[in-house]
């Protein structure tokens, strides 16, 4: 028998933990095992907000459960990734009913069939021409997929990408070239291929064509989540599309958050009468149960840069890119958000919670300085700290605005989680915005529920609420 190196003695099970003991892990457990193996500076935020008291045991439709039974209205959505809301039935019984027939998951040496119809369904609910796509299992990969795919298409004498400030693309390397946050950005060697514009300003976008014919590709994001929920007008959007017809550049519209219904259309960019040459989706495809991601192209970009058997394996699907269980799920999901009428749902109700957040901002115009977003997809902006406060007090407090600045936010959504059991979301880059991204499952009772808990924490002043929160980190 021939040497086969170090003797390093009989194979012995680690001190693992079962799923009946992750199941029964207490908050303090949690806590220690978050805090020794996953992100302790993270937890620093978590404690701030109150958010590290809280298990979660379960959760359906619009609410989570906690530890102790109370149900948390979700207002939060998973930053867009739970249009369907929480375990939806439709979407437990198709996954169960795929486990149950012993279904096949990676079907990479063989064709699979959830795969090719998931494509097919994507393609259905694609305007134009985008009917090519690419399966995988986050918004980032679906976006380094549609960099790439654009990139082969406008060829290696056109390299140049413009994107937008105060955009978010995703985290790894390649889409962080292209993600304005100096937090995300780090020290990281990125590509240095980035060309950046004012959001939403279309001459600054034809004066960038026009200085660099080596711009082949430019990147936008249909709303900025992370920047605040910002839109642009149509005709910034149509003029866009005819600029890039005119200087032969791809465009490409990530519709990662914006998309799967969650503005009122299935894609953002249909409010605008326009269509990009690529575009992609991820959080709600996956229907809340699981990871998914889908590239879209028009058939014409796609076929120039994988259109040979020499070149059709250079971005193939990856081992997990179709997997069974999670094509099934986002079949599902397709089905459920259109026979249930969730899209129209999103404009309507969503119109009826910015109205009613309009309300508000009226009642409180100190506190309130904008109301925006279309649909599910709301940004709720607060003014600066100094301005919140009585007159004679902001010329002192103003010069720590700039210090000061997401801290209201942090207040309040620390508050209506601990006193009004609703939660929200925030934002990356203008920290004084909480964003509203509720499940498309959201109705009126629901925006009432939320509605009435921020109006009567906005009624106890600014003061009060940040007394309350004091008090809340040292009880």
């Not at 097919?120 to 380094?144: N, Q, R, T, Y």
């Not at 992370?226 to 866009?240: E, F, N, R, S, V």
């Not at 459920?336 to 899209?343: M, R, S």
């Not at 601990?418 to 004084?432: G, H, I, M, S």
Request: hydrophobic share 40%; glycine share 10%; net charge negative.
């Amino acid at each position: 028998m021939p040497e086969t190196g170090f003797d390093a003695g009989p194979l012995v099970k680690p001190d693992l933990l079962s799923v009946a003991d992750a199941k029964a892990l207490d908050v303090a457990s949690m806590t220690d095992l978050f805090k020794t193996h996953l992100n302790p500076g993270q937890l620093h935020f978590m404690k701030l907000l109150g958010f590290h008291k809280i298990k979660i045991e379960r959760a359906e439709g619009m609410y989570y459960v906690d530890q102790g039974g109370r149900k948390i209205l979700d207002f939060f959505g998973g930053f867009g990734s739970l249009a369907l809301g929480h375990n939806h039935p439709r979407i437990i019984e198709a996954r169960k009913t795929f486990q149950d027939e012993q279904r096949h998951e990676i079907a990479m040496a063989f064709m699979s069939q959830y795969a090719a119809a998931l494509a097919h369904d994507i393609a259905a609910c694609s305007p134009g021409e985008l009917d090519m796509v690419f399966l995988g299992s986050s918004g980032s990969e679906a976006m380094e997929a549609a960099l790439k795919v654009a990139e082969r298409a406008a060829g290696p004498d056109r390299p140049l990408v413009v994107y937008a400030e105060n955009s978010f693309h995703g985290k790894t390397k390649g889409v962080l070239s292209i993600t304005d946050g100096p937090l995300y950005r780090g020290e990281f060697k990125l590509i240095e291929n980035g060309i950046k514009v004012p959001f939403g300003d279309i001459e600054a976008v034809e004066n960038a064509f026009k200085a660099h014919p080596e711009i082949g590709v430019i990147c936008l994001e249909t709303v900025q989540g992370g920047g605040g929920i910002i839109t642009a007008d149509t005709a910034y959007w149509q003029k866009l599309r005819q600029l890039c017809d005119q200087y032969d550049v791809i465009w490409i519209a990530d519709e990662v958050q914006c998309g799967l219904g969650r503005t009122g259309r299935f894609y953002a960019f249909e409010h605008h009468g326009v269509v990009p040459d690529v575009t992609a989706l991820a959080k709600s495809l996956g229907g809340g149960k699981t990871a998914m991601a889908a590239m879209i192209a028009k058939r014409d970009i796609y076929m120039k840069a994988y259109g040979t058997p020499k070149t059709a394996m250079i971005h193939a699907q990856a081992t997990f890119g179709g997997i069974g269980e999670a094509c099934v799920t986002a079949i599902e999901t397709l089905n459920v958000l259109y026979d249930e009428g969730l899209i129209e749902n999103s404009a309507e109700t969503g119109a009826y919670l910015i109205s009613e957040l309009r309300r508000l901002q009226a009642k409180y115009p100190t506190i309130i300085k904008d109301v925006r977003g279309q649909g599910f997809m709301v940004g709720l902006e607060f003014e600066d700290f100094s301005q919140t406060l009585p007159a004679v007090v902001r010329p002192m407090v103003s010069v720590l605005d700039d210090k000061l600045k997401g801290s209201l936010s942090g207040f309040i959504g620390a508050l209506l989680l601990r006193d009004y059991d609703v939660l929200v979301a925030f934002t990356e880059y203008n920290r004084n915005v909480i964003r509203l991204e509720p499940p498309l499952i959201c109705g009126r009772e629901h925006v009432d529920q939320f509605i009435s808990a921020f109006d009567d924490l906005l009624g106890r002043g600014i003061v009060s609420i940040v007394k309350d929160f004091v008090r809340s980190q040292v009880g």
